[in-house]
């Protein structure tokens, strides 16, 4: 009897080894049929945005274009030799000389501070403190890099 028994065991490791290596078989199709699926459905989206790609208007095309050009623009203005002529040309477009701004400046910067402002006057005042912020902030500034500081004190008063 244990002659017959062994057998038995030694068929029933054999099925279990032969439904291994199907079920092995089974999940490498499925794998396979994965990827294909996965690629066909990379293709169609590639495909879609091709279709859609024409039916963009021109002046999105120009707004993409313009928009891949800022990126190209940065790198530039990032480099050391080019932002003084950066800066001189956004002063010459805001200021009209060193005492005046231009015309245009001052309507951008009442345009930008009378939202969610009542009326002009609350603007100017805001307006006001802003540069009297940006005076004191230049002030400070340049008796930083000053090499020496001093008060003026005047007796007559």
């Not at 199709?29 to 990827?35: H, L, S, T, V």
């Not at 001189?88 to 060193?98: G, H, T, Y």
């Not at 609350?122 to 540069?131: A, F, G, L, N």
Request: charged share 25%.
């Amino acid at each position: 009897m244990s002659l017959t028994s062994s057998r038995v065991r030694q068929l029933k490791k054999a099925r279990e080894a032969q439904a291994k290596k199907l079920e092995a078989k089974k999940n490498d199709k499925k794998r396979k049929i994965n990827e294909v699926i996965n690629e066909i459905y990379e293709t169609n989206l590639d495909l879609n945005l091709v279709t859609k790609l024409p039916k963009l208007s021109k002046e999105q095309t120009q707004l993409i274009f313009s928009v891949q050009q800022l990126s190209e623009e940065e790198l530039n203005v990032h480099n050391k030799s080019q932002i003084q002529p950066f800066k001189k040309k956004l002063k010459s477009i805001f200021q009209a000389n060193k005492r005046e701004y231009a015309s245009n400046t001052i309507w951008l910067a009442t345009s930008i501070s009378q939202i969610g402002q009542i009326s002009l006057r609350s603007t100017v005042e805001c307006m006001q403190q802003d540069i009297s912020t940006l005076h004191t902030n230049a002030q400070i500034h340049q008796a930083i890099m000053a090499p020496s500081f001093g008060v003026l004190v005047d007796k007559s008063t």
